[in-house]
């Protein structure tokens, strides 16, 4: 079965850039989208098709996907994004989630 | 408003069965894709279910089928999950979750869960 590898963890400091990867085979082929989970919260998608913000979604989110990964760019991050964040992709007609990154700002 | 309701969730021993409800409001639900995934406590998001408009195309992870059935009823805009043979590591919050495949190809519509625990 396709898998994703996301970080579990990942640091940024406020008003710094923070980046989240996630691989998978092939994953360029294949539209990613990435949703964020506050501790408590459900789900929020924040990217769909690699690279497209949701209406609500504060420009600094962004993403790509090429080669093996797919990657969420968080510009001047903010405590506010502190955060559970999930990759996620289509295989065949099944649904396939990244195992999640933890986003610390500090 | 445009929301998920999912219920059914609670306590039931290994073995049992349980059916859980999502209610939709505020669209046209039958127009929708719909799943289910779960999230074990402190663990990461797990998908379950996806059914299409027509009711009849379904798809499930592999470590529910055969046990879990999706189901919906568009004349009463609610989704459904059977979920026969529960096993301890069903435990997990049961997310009911829209697809818009048409406009934006991701799930951009989430209920609030409902707690499924299984124990004995």
């Known amino acids: 079965s396709y898998e994703l590898t996301q970080p579990p963890s990942v640091s940024v400091s406020p008003g710094q850039t923070a980046t989240i990867t996630c691989s998978g085979d092939r994953l360029g082929d294949r539209f990613a989208c990435w949703y964020q989970q506050m501790p408590g919260q459900s789900p929020v998608l924040v990217i769909y098709?690699?690279?497209k913000r949701p209406s609500g979604i504060p420009e600094r989110f962004s993403g790509s996907n090429s080669g093996n990964t797919a990657t969420l760019t968080i510009s001047g991050t903010q405590a506010v994004d502190e955060a559970d964040y999930y990759c996620q992709a289509w295989d065949s007609q099944d649904v396939v989630f990244g195992g999640g990154t933890k986003l610390t700002v500090l | 408003e445009v929301q998920l309701v999912e219920s059914g969730g609670g306590l039931v021993q290994p073995g049992r069965s349980l059916r859980l409800s999502c209610a939709a409001s505020?669209?046209?639900?039958?127009?929708?894709?719909m799943h289910w995934v779960r999230q074990a406590p402190g663990k990461g998001l797990v998908w379950v279910s996806l059914?299409?408009?027509?009711?009849?195309?379904?798809n499930y992870a592999d470590s529910v089928k055969g046990r879990f059935t999706i189901s919906r009823d568009n004349a009463k805009n609610t989704l459904y999950l059977q979920m026969n043979s529960l096993r301890v590591e069903d435990t997990a919050v049961y997310y009911c979750a829209r697809e818009n495949i048409a406009v934006i190809p991701a799930v951009d519509l989430w209920g609030r869960g409902t707690l499924v625990t299984v124990s004995s």
């Open positions: 059914i299409k408009t027509d009711g009849v195309s379904t």
């Open positions: 098709q690699d690279t």
């Open positions: 505020g669209f046209t639900f039958s127009s929708y894709w």
